[in-house]
C-alpha cells in the first residue's frame, strides 16, 4: 500500500483528491521512517510543491505549501515513531490515523489560529508558541 502511494507522490500523479489530510500524514510517516528528520523535510518539501504545482495549486504566501505545517507535522509523527518503537511501518499507519494525534486540529493546541494561517508561518518554520512539542506533550494527547 505505501509504496505505490508514495510512488505516486513522488512522480506527482497522486490525483488532487486523494491528496488528504490522511494523505499528508501517510507521506510524512513513510519519510519520517525512511529519513534522517532534515532529510525527510527537504524530500517532502520538495515533494509537496511539486505535486501542488501538478494539481495547479500555486505556492504562494496564501495558499500551497506550509512549512510550519510540514515540519509542525513531521515533528509530531518522528515523536509517535519513537513512541511506537516495536510498531511496524503498517501498524504506526492504522494506529496514527486512528489516534487524537491526526486531528486535523492539532496545530491550534500549539499555535494560535492567526498564528499559523498567517503568510510569515507559511513562509518559515515557528516553534509552538501555546505549548512545547515534545513526547510528552504527544503521549499526554495519546492517553487523554
Same mark, same amino acid.
Given at each position: 500500500?505505501?509504496? $505505490?502511494f +508514495?510512488?505516486?507522490?513522488?512522480?506527482?500523479?497522486?490525483?488532487?483528491s486523494?491528496? #488528504?489530510?490522511?494523505?499528508?500524514l #501517510?507521506?510524512?510517516l513513510?519519510?519520517a521512517? /525512511?529519513?534522517?528528520?532534515?532529510?525527510?523535510?527537504?524530500?517532502l518539501?520538495?515533494g509537496?510543491i511539486?505535486? /501542488?504545482?501538478?494539481?495547479g495549486?500555486?505556492n #504562494?504566501?496564501?495558499s500551497?505549501?506550509?512549512e510550519?505545517?510540514?515540519?509542525?507535522?513531521?515533528k509530531? +509523527? $518522528?515523536?509517535? +515513531?519513537?513512541?511506537?518503537?516495536?510498531n $511496524?511501518? /503498517?501498524e504506526?499507519?492504522?494506529n496514527?490515523l486512528? $489516534?487524537?494525534?491526526?486531528?486535523?486540529?492539532?496545530?491550534?493546541?500549539?499555535?494560535?489560529?492567526e498564528?499559523?494561517?498567517?503568510?510569515?508561518y507559511?513562509?518559515?518554520?515557528?516553534?509552538?508558541?501555546?505549548?512545547?512539542l515534545?513526547?510528552?506533550?504527544i503521549?499526554? #494527547?495519546?492517553?487523554?
Amino acid at each position: 500500500m505505501f509504496y $505505490s502511494f +508514495i510512488e505516486k507522490f513522488n512522480n506527482q500523479t497522486l490525483p488532487k483528491s486523494e491528496w #488528504t489530510h490522511h494523505a499528508h500524514l #501517510t507521506v510524512a510517516l513513510w519519510y519520517a521512517d /525512511n529519513y534522517e528528520f532534515n532529510d525527510a523535510i527537504c524530500r517532502l518539501k520538495s515533494g509537496v510543491i511539486l505535486l /501542488n504545482k501538478f494539481h495547479g495549486t500555486e505556492n #504562494t504566501d496564501r495558499s500551497g505549501y506550509h512549512e510550519t505545517l510540514t515540519i509542525f507535522w513531521t515533528k509530531v +509523527i $518522528s515523536i509517535y +515513531i519513537e513512541l511506537n518503537p516495536l510498531n $511496524s511501518l /503498517n501498524e504506526l499507519h492504522e494506529n496514527l490515523l486512528k $489516534s487524537k494525534v491526526a486531528d486535523k486540529e492539532l496545530p491550534f493546541h500549539f499555535y494560535l489560529k492567526e498564528e499559523i494561517l498567517s503568510s510569515a508561518y507559511r513562509a518559515v518554520y515557528h516553534e509552538p508558541t501555546l505549548q512545547k512539542l515534545d513526547a510528552e506533550t504527544i503521549k499526554v #494527547t495519546l492517553d487523554s
